[in-house]
Structure formats: structure tokens, C-alpha cells
């Protein structure tokens, strides 16, 4: 079996580590954090991600973790009526094929990383070079130690060293959008309805919340229009935000977002940049993995799924040598340049349209409709099947 390694101990990261041992393959992890942690609030598991998941026999983890929401709720910036209601839960389960989560980053990523033995990671490794010498690849990390590997996969996210030197020099694109990130507890804000999804869409900016950590707590994200780097980091999605900012964009709302916006005590704040998409993410026996491939704006909630279903999709196409490389591209690439792509205009941005006013019962209907359309394909979406379509067929050759 070749030598895989693996840049970058994040989700996508750990989950490609995780399914190439449980495949047989010879893995080393490089990470050039001094620990294994990963920081953030919660994130969205659809039901694509989560189906790789309970492969991975992480079920009973999630349930625990996780919150498998009932319903989907788009209401009143002003008032808080409910305006429209989409049932989740086992009906979603039951049209996909899988559950649909919300959880906390952290606890994902403990998750994935049990999965992964401790020797096999190598934390303080931050990758300076590396040179693929046609029989291996030789990697030179920032502490003069190096590695070999008869195979690299960069999943060292969106500042990637192994993108730029694959890839070469691609300029981050501006999204007009920053967000506010943070959490609260639930029990600060009791009105609100356990195990839902909320969105407040209102002038010039919209309000969402997801339960996570069992329904403990709640994560909040504000989404509003800002000038290019306007009090934030390029391309940062943990620089500091002030509770200030929440204050003065949502405390005037309806007495329910009056209470969360009482419960905020930290926030950070994200720039909303993606980048366009590769024409090629492989060179020779070097790959890329989740956002050093595809990094993509998160209106569809699609992040960690998409890498979750490159780990899959790499494990399986390594079994044919490092000649599969392609074929992995081959069966990722156009995909998540479609995902990447419709996250540009999807989600909670098809009710900015109506910002200028309020929402009627009949917007948010037609705006739910649109939420649910933008991603039911990727949900119905098993990169298991995809993987079924015969090594010969694929479009790019392999050599």
C-alpha cells in the first residue's frame, strides 16, 4: 500500500486519515498547530455528510453531540411570527436517506480525531516545501525535519501551502458579506424553540440560529454587507468582533433576538470570501483535500460535508496506486465546483431581494422553497455511488 501524507489535522484532514488506515494504507498526519484542537462555532451536517459519518460508526457520537433538528423556521424580523415552517427531523431522514445535523465544530472534530490513532499524528509540522520526485514526494517542514511519502494530500485549508505550489497564486474573492459568529447558552434565552432552526431575514442583514452540544447552546450568525476587509481579516473566519456590532444590528429586532443579542459576550467576525474554483487540483503524486480544493461560502452549510466526501472519495481511488489521483479528481472536482459555485447565491441570500421590506407568508414560502431546492440535491448526493462508475469511464486520463 502507498505512503500517504496528509497536511493539515482539521475535518478533512482527519477524516481522510481515518478511512485510508481503515483501508489499509500506510498515513502520517502533519499539523503544524503545537495541539490537536480545532476552534469555531457550530456548523451544519447534511444529510451527504452524515451518512459518511455513520459509516464511520459515529452515530451514536452525534446523537449525543449533535442536534438532529425538527423544523426550519423563517420569521419576522420585527414581530417574530413565524412566517413559514419546514418539518425536518424524520422526514428529512426518510426523503434523504440520512439525518441532518448541527454541531459544534470542536466536537466534530474530537470525533474524527478518536478515529485516528495519536502515532500517526505529528503536531509543530508546518510544511515549508516539499518536492515530488517522481518515485516519492520529500516534505521539509519549518523545524528542518522531513518526510517521504509515495503520496501528499493538502488539506491545509485555504491559505494552503501545497494549493499555491500545485495550483499556483489564485486571488481571494469578496463576497460583499461579513458575519458575526458567536454562542449562547440556552438557558439565557428560554423562548426560543429547542432543536430548530431560525432565521431572521431584515433589512440589509439576516439573523441565523442552530442548536448544538445536545441543545445546550445555541450558535448565532449575523450576515451583513460590509466594504472589503471592513473591520476584518482577509479571508479570516475567527478574527475578533465586538458584542457591540451585534447590538447595533440586531438589538432593535423582536423581543426573541433582544434576548440572544443580551447573551452575546464574545463574537468573531468572518470575511465572506471564496476563491474560483481550480481546473486541476492534482500534479504528479500531490492532491488537494476540502478547502484547500474547494474553498466555498457557507450559505449552503456545505463545508465539512464536501471534505468528508473527498476523504471517501480519495480512500477509494487510492486503492488503484497513485495513479487514482485522477481519478479522484475525476470524480470530485466537477461536483464541488457545483457546490461552490450555487453557495454564491444560495441559502439565506435568496431573501435578500425582500430586505428592503418586510417579509410576507408568501415570501418566506417562496423563499423556504428556495432553501430547500438549492440543496436537496447535494443531499440526496452518495460520493459511495459515485464512486461505482467504472475507473476506464472516467473523463480525465489516467496516466
Known sequence: MPRIAIVGAGIGGLAAAAELLRAGFQVEVYEQAPELREVGVGLHVGPNGSRILHRMGLADQLGQEGVRPDSLEIRDFSDGGTLVRQPMGARWEEEFGAPYYTIRRADLHRMLAGRVPRRHLHLNR??????????????EFADGTTAEA??????????????????????????????????????????????????????????LLSPDRGGREWTFVGVFESPEGGGGDSESWSSPGDPEDVQELFGCWNPQVKEVVAAVTKVNRWALYDREPLSGWTRGRVTL???????????????????????????????????????????RRAHTTTVQLG??????????????RRLTPSDGGRAMSGLVSDVAWIYHYDVASALETPLEDSPIEIV
Open 150 to 207: 509515495d503520496v501528499l494530500v493538502g488539506a491545509d485549508g485555504v491559505h494552503s501551502v501545497v494549493r499555491r505550489a500545485v495550483a499556483g497564486h489564485d486571488a481571494p474573492v469578496f463576497s460583499g458579506n461579513h458575519a458575526l459568529r458567536g454562542t449562547v447558552p440556552a438557558a439565557a434565552v428560554p423562548s426560543l424553540p429547542p432543536r430548530t432552526l431560525l432565521v431572521w431575514p431584515g433589512p440589509a442583514s439576516r439573523l
Open 126 to 139: 508546518r510544511l515549508v516545501r516539499f518536492e515530488d520526485r517522481g518515485s516519492a514526494v520529500l516534505l
Open 289 to 331: 483535500l476540502g478547502d484547500a480544493a474547494h474553498p466555498m461560502l457557507p450559505h449552503h452549510g456545505q463545508g465539512a460535508s464536501q471534505a468528508l466526501e473527498d476523504a471517501v472519495a480519495l480512500a477509494q481511488a487510492l486503492r488503484h496506486g497513485p495513479r487514482g489521483l485522477l481519478r479522484y479528481e475525476a470524480v
Open 343 to 356: 453557495a454564491r447565491g444560495g441559502g439565506s441570500l435568496r431573501m435578500s431581494q425582500a430586505s428592503s
